[in-house]
């Protein structure tokens, strides 16, 4: 693994070498063989230009393989034209029949994975842990935003320390907002294989919902196909976290593994939110991630018995509403390296939170409204200034408003009626008072 200090947070690791031969790709010939029958039984014939796309095999490669399904007489050329891509293939009778029993064992057929070997090595090259933090690209992703100054440079301070993070305080109060907006600190590319081959197995990796593919691009590089080169992934893992979700999953009808989220954030940021709000204990989620806190890999075992290893290359960022010594495990507290506290924001703060969600929103805050806000509604009721009211309350000022036909105006009424809708509470009630012009109004309609 590369010096702690040896890379900055923009600097990009060699390239992938597209595989020359077949025994360049690290996989047994008759897995890959398998591929590509199960592929051409689904699809009818194919030609080279077909499997190279399927696969992100170069041709060379796939001379090698046709060589083999030959040689075992589970396929032959129906056509061989003047171009290296112009080759087309078709099963025999044999070959069929063994593309029948493996898409019966295993249905996978898409790009060919990369040995478990090889992603290792690619994780060393492009570790988060070699990435470093400094002020100035923690100013530049924070910009315009307001949040407490001395939180965000201990938030940030402590991502160097390559130590876990603990964020708490009440719901409502930035916290998760805090912690993804530091994956915007993770600069630079990093190669993300579409599957791994590993034990005999296939465990598929890549995935849509979480790998924002680098700059738009469709594919990693003019080298190795099979990877795709992606953005630092940020995963978030909430309230529906199970353990058995943070191990392989294999999928009876499918065949093949799919990789738990960790995984998948291998060289980025793994932010479990909303810790203790699980539907298991606390306790039981914690000690599972004690040995891949204390040796940076978790340890996997498949459905066949064999068991492998997996960097644990990420920067754990935990969110939760308990104080710490709720969590009750001293075993993983002691392994955190920094708990941060994140709570109601400073009436400045809360101002500037106020203004910027009006613009987003297209609102207009006339002068009178934040001091309405802080004066007629917090102050009497109690509630603090939580970094999510602003944008839930304006939200409702301006649905009440598109529903009425009217200007999105955040005028004293609009703000109270979507505090009492937002709160559940009635005017008058629980320190919510109509102001002064209000009153007046009433009495002059009433009589």
Not at 18 to 40: E, I
Not at 244 to 260: E, K, N, V
Request: hydrophobic share 40%; proline share 7%; glycine share 6%.
């Amino acid at each position: 693994m590369p010096a702690a200090d040896s890379r900055t947070a923009g600097d990009t690791a060699p390239a992938l070498r597209a595989p020359r031969t077949l025994a360049d790709t690290g996989l047994p010939a008759t897995f890959v063989a398998a591929l590509v029958l199960k592929s051409t039984h689904v699809h009818g014939k194919s030609c080279f230009a077909d499997l190279a796309e399927r696969h992100r095999l170069p041709i060379s490669v796939l001379d090698d393989v046709l060589a083999h399904l030959v040689r075992e007489r589970l396929a032959e050329i129906s056509h061989r034209g003047a171009s290296d891509v112009d080759v087309h293939l078709r099963l025999t009778d044999a070959g069929r029949a063994a593309a029948h029993d493996e898409l019966a064992r295993c249905s996978y057929f898409g790009p060919a994975p990369v040995t478990l070997e090889h992603y290792i090595d690619s994780i060393a090259n492009h570790s988060v842990r070699s990435l470093r933090i400094v002020r100035n690209d923690v100013q530049a992703a924070f910009q315009n935003i307001a949040i407490d100054p001395t939180v965000l440079d201990a938030a940030a301070a402590s991502l160097n320390a390559g130590r876990p993070l603990l964020l708490y305080g009440p719901a409502g109060s930035g916290k998760t907002f805090l912690a993804e907006r530091l994956g915007r600190l993770l600069h630079g590319d990093v190669p993300v294989p579409y599957a791994i081959y590993a034990g005999g197995e296939i465990v598929q990796l890549y995935d849509p919902l979480v790998h924002e593919d680098a700059a738009g691009e469709a594919l990693a590089q003019p080298g190795d196909r099979r990877w795709r080169m992606c953005r630092r992934p940020l995963v978030i893992s909430g309230g529906e976290l199970t353990l058995d979700m943070l191990d392989l999953r294999r999928d009876a009808s499918t065949g093949f593994y799919q990789a738990p989220p960790h995984m998948k954030a291998n060289m980025g940021i793994y932010i479990v939110d909303d810790l203790g709000r699980q539907r298991i204990e606390p306790r039981d989620l914690l000690n599972r991630w004690l040995m891949p806190l204390d040796r940076n890999f978790d340890l996997f075992t498949l459905q066949n018995g064999s068991r492998f290893s997996v960097p644990f290359d990420v920067w754990p960022v935990f969110s939760s509403n308990l104080e710490p010594a709720e969590l009750e495990d001293e075993a993983f507290l002691r392994r955190l390296g920094s708990k941060i506290y994140v709570g109601p924001l400073a009436i400045e703060d809360y101002r500037a939170v106020f203004q910027s969600c009006c613009a987003a929103l297209g609102v207009e805050a006339p002068e009178d409204a934040f001091a309405y806000l802080v004066h007629r509604l917090h102050i009497p009721s109690g509630k603090p200034f939580l970094a999510c009211y602003p944008n839930d309350l304006l939200r409702l000022v301006a649905a009440a408003a598109y529903y009425r036909g009217e200007p999105k105006v955040a005028t004293q009424p609009a703000l109270r009626d979507a505090w009492c809708s937002y709160f559940g509470v009635l005017p008058d009630h629980d320190g919510i008072h109509p102001s002064d012009e209000e009153r007046a109004a009433r009495k002059l309609a009433s009589g």
